[in-house]
């Protein structure tokens, strides 16, 4: 069929055609962000779970409600190896430039760009050209501890957004790359915005190990945010996920057709768009049958393994390349840490360091005690096809 038609886009980030299975959690953030910005409490929102299932889509999602809403949004990518300040300083010096140009927020915007002036004094980043001539608000922002200075310019936004009849909900990516003190100082943040009553929201994605980090962190995070799991979509919505984007273009795919979808992508969005998208380039009209698929299925390993499987695999060691070979040898996760030694030959205590350098990358996480898994869905079976042979 024709491709400039194909109504499926695989992609990280890219919002399917059909967001099905997530109504309630998109209805609940829509809830909080119409709360707090009336001045009632609602709990910010950490959504948790694998690569591929939805994170980001989500997030945006909640951009798109939020300023519809009359919210100011920042939207963020924690990075592995730059501190959050850098991420951030930029982000509130935008939402206080838009807020400097309403009316009765430019003097509240105003002081939160002097704050913002220390904060960044203090923190060492390097001032945009903007705030020149614009002095730092002295004890403000600037102590150089970082969970008081943020809540300080949350503060201040909050204050001036409130000012304007305006929100701010900062939106947070791929949050397990911040480091303890960081997301401690988040968290501080947000608990001071939810006694003073500003206008003030935090969504955030990540794997499914931040809701322990965030424990860790702060004992009462628990009591701000909402942790919700975002996992593979059930066998209803992964079937609309894939037949509602049909429908609408008019084409029919045949019910085996669809367990065969279901099987290969364990019902994973990014799988569902990938296989969805390559069903639609090879068959050659409606309905998309079982032969279509078995096509199709070529090409989006083909695919998977060269891009989404692959950047991630080139990321390891050689020597964490054989940790999470052997995971895969076990079959299916989770995978017991002193099985995993054991496929290795080795003492369990002596693979702590190897085991904690591949959790840091994002490619493996801890489920509960004594256990681990991959945070890439199907990664198990990328390894068994292209490595062991399995």
Known sequence: MDPVANPFSPGAGSRPPELAGR????RDAEVGLKRVIMGKNAQSQIFLGLRGTGKTVLLNEV??????EGYISAFIEAPENKPLTEMIYPAM??????????????HLATRGLQALRGFAS???IKLGDVEIGVDADPGVADSGHLDIDLGDMFEAIGRA?????????????????????????????VHRMSQRKLPVMVFAGGLPQIAKLSGDAKSYSERL?????????????????ITKPLDAENVKIENDAISKINKMTSGYPFFL?????????????????????????????????????????????NAEVDYVEAMASLGNGPYKVNDVA????????????????????GMIYSPSYGEIDFTVPLFDDFLRRTRLEI
């Open 93 to 106: 010096r935008q939402v206080l430039r838009k807020l400097s140009a309403l009316e009765g927020a430019k």
């Open 342 to 361: 054991k496929a290795l030959g080795k003492d369990p205590k002596s693979l702590g360091p190897r085991r904690a350098s591949i959790i840091t990358k």
């Open 161 to 189: 957004a409130q000012a304007a009849g305006k929100g701010w909900v900062l939106l947070i990516d791929e949050i397990q790359y911040l480091k303890e003190e960081e997301l401690a100082a988040v968290i501080v943040a």
């Open 23 to 26: 109504e309630e959690i998109i």
């Open 225 to 241: 945010f909402v942790y919700l799991k975002i996992d593979a979509l059930d066998e209803v919505a992964a079937h609309d996920a």
């Open 63 to 68: 951009l798109d409600i939020a300023e519809r």
């Open 122 to 124: 203090v923190f060492k």
């Open 273 to 317: 768009q990938e296989w969805g998208h390559h069903a639609w380039n090879v068959a050659d009209g409606s309905p998309i049958d079982i032969n279509d698929i078995e096509r199709a299925t070529e090409k989006a390993f083909a695919r998977l393994d060269d891009g989404f499987f692959r950047v991630r695999f080139d990321r390891l060691t």
